[in-house]
């Protein structure tokens, strides 16, 4: 049987696609493009966040000056540390010393082993300077800087954290003038320099309006010249000022003197403008002042009517001077001893509150012309 005949297949059409590769290959790119940019943000993001944490951890550290020690400074320590005790003669101070005054404060108080070792450096160079501005025969009875323990230095007294607070200089033991270095005592509460008259001389160093702890200061026998007239405007703690046979001091008073409250004045055997007027109307020592000891200034013109504004004044003397007539007529409710002796131009009648007060123990009115009270002695 012949076989049938197949019909004949369509032809094929074979249509031809277009490749997308190029787009994969753009769309992928891009991606990758995106992709890099989130991680760079990323990146980016977190420097700026690690910067702003460092910076504010850092904010109160503003230098680090502050709590470390110079390399000057650091020297200067470990000399005084290590090399002064065996040889405090040879510690340069003159390099020293202005170089740890100028220790940050913020580096002392988190360093007190150090800071109480400079502190010592410090006015172991205050006082040396002393020492070195004094003549042999002063040097000789001071006998310092033998070693560096100077709070058992001859006239020297410190108080319990090891501050200077007391310092005696009495003749020979004294300096030809006093130095630049005291100003180092700032710590000081009492200073006492009894001078031989020609020394010490010259005027008060600049740094001596740094010893803002001071509240007796004693100058005797000396050739110290006028005191700063803002000289108190500074040591404003002053309570006790002696001022005894200086004759190169001047007649005048600082103005800023009726600024303290000072409790005890006492000058003595120099020459002196009256300053009883202004003294009596300063209200600062119309309510401190204690005790006024003005004997043998050279005093001239009446006793003030203002006296009596002394409100705590337990002590007046005045002896050996020129004061005149008139008399006041009133006299401190307070006052305990009075001394008007050698007053020859002084005439009068003393004012019954004064010789009726019971407070009154001494009275002291001999060689004057005064008159009229049982209770004061006119011999």
Request: glycine fraction near 6%.
């Amino acid at each position: 049987m012949p076989e049938p005949e197949l019909a004949e297949w369509p032809p094929l059409h074979v249509h031809k696609r277009k490749c997308d590769c190029k787009k994969k290959r753009n769309r992928r790119s891009c991606c990758l493009l995106i992709l890099l940019i989130v991680v760079l943000l990323f990146l980016i993001g977190n420097v700026i966040f690690l910067n702003v944490r460092v910076f504010s951890n850092n904010t109160p550290v503003p230098s680090n000056t502050n709590t470390t020690l110079s390399a000057n400074a650091q020297q200067c320590l470990s000399q005084y540390t290590l090399n002064a005790p065996s040889s405090p003669s040879s510690y340069p101070c003159s390099t020293c010393l202005p170089t740890l005054q100028t220790v940050p404060s913020t580096y002392l108080s988190s360093n007190p082993q150090n800071a109480q070792q400079i502190l010592n450096a410090i006015q172991f160079c205050g006082l040396r300077g002393i020492f070195d501005t004094a003549n042999s025969q002063g040097q000789a009875a001071l006998s310092w800087v033998n070693d560096v323990k100077f709070c058992a230095w001859n006239g020297v007294t410190c108080d319990g954290s090891g501050r200077v607070a007391n310092l005696q200089l009495t003749f020979p033991g004294v300096p030809a003038t006093l130095p630049n270095e005291l100003g180092a005592l700032t710590g000081l509460e009492s200073l006492q320099v009894i001078g031989g008259n020609s020394i010490p001389a010259g005027a008060l160093p600049s740094s001596f309006t740094n010893l803002t702890s001071l509240s007796n200061l004693h100058i005797e026998a000396t050739s110290i010249t006028q005191l700063p007239d803002t000289l108190f405007s500074f040591l404003t703690a002053i309570t006790t000022l002696t001022l005894i046979r200086n004759p190169n001091m001047g007649s005048s008073l600082p103005s800023s003197l009726t600024q303290l409250p000072l409790q005890n004045l006492v000058i003595n055997s120099q020459t002196l403008t009256n300053p009883l007027p202004s003294l009596s109307s300063s209200p600062a020592l119309q309510t401190s002042l204690k005790l006024i000891d003005l004997s043998s200034t050279s005093l001239t013109g009446p006793i003030p009517n203002t006296i009596s504004s002394f409100s705590s004044l337990t002590q007046l003397l005045l002896a050996n001077n020129n004061l005149q007539p008139p008399f006041p007529t009133m006299f401190p409710p307070s006052l305990q001893i009075l001394n008007l002796q050698n007053n020859t131009g002084l005439s009068g009648t003393v004012p019954g509150s004064l010789c009726n007060s019971t407070l009154l123990t001494s009275c002291e009115l001999g060689s004057t012309g005064l008159s009229g009270c049982g209770s004061c002695s006119f011999s």
